[in-house]
């Protein structure tokens, strides 16, 4: 088991900054690829950006490359996105994810997660 507790949401003006933090604790933090997802109201969960388990490969949704950034720090068990140009339509619930597996295709989907944060909320205000 595997528990991950996100924070670094908040209120943030569209153009400003934020960084996300993921925290994680239980079975071995490295043995996991890292992902980050959203859900704006009435929308689904969509993929933002993840991480391979030693960090060697990344991947991003085409709506935040050049602006997001995934990256972890295995020593401190955690996983962070930062978030640089922010939009109003940046604006849902952002989740972190771990999943056992190193597939691209995998980690672009909720399927291919297997341990699940209980989200934060960011809102960019226009």
């Known amino acids: 088991q595997v528990q991950l507790v996100e924070s670094g949401g908040g209120l943030v003006q569209a153009g400003g900054s934020l960084r996300l933090s993921c925290a994680a604790s239980?079975?071995?933090?490295?043995?996991?690829?890292m992902g980050w997802f959203r859900q704006a109201p009435g929308k689904g969960r969509e993929f933002v950006a993840a991480i391979s388990w030693s960090a060697s490969s990344t991947y991003y949704a085409d709506s935040g490359k050049g602006r997001f950034t995934i990256s972890r720090d295995n020593a401190k068990n955690t996983v962070y996105l930062q978030m640089n140009s922010l939009k109003p339509e940046d604006t849902a619930i952002y989740y972190c994810a771990a999943s056992k597996y190193e597939s691209r295709w995998l980690l672009g989907r909720p399927a291919g997660y297997d341990y699940w944060g209980q989200g934060t909320q960011v809102t960019v205000s226009s």
């Open positions: 239980g079975r071995t933090f490295s043995n996991y690829a």
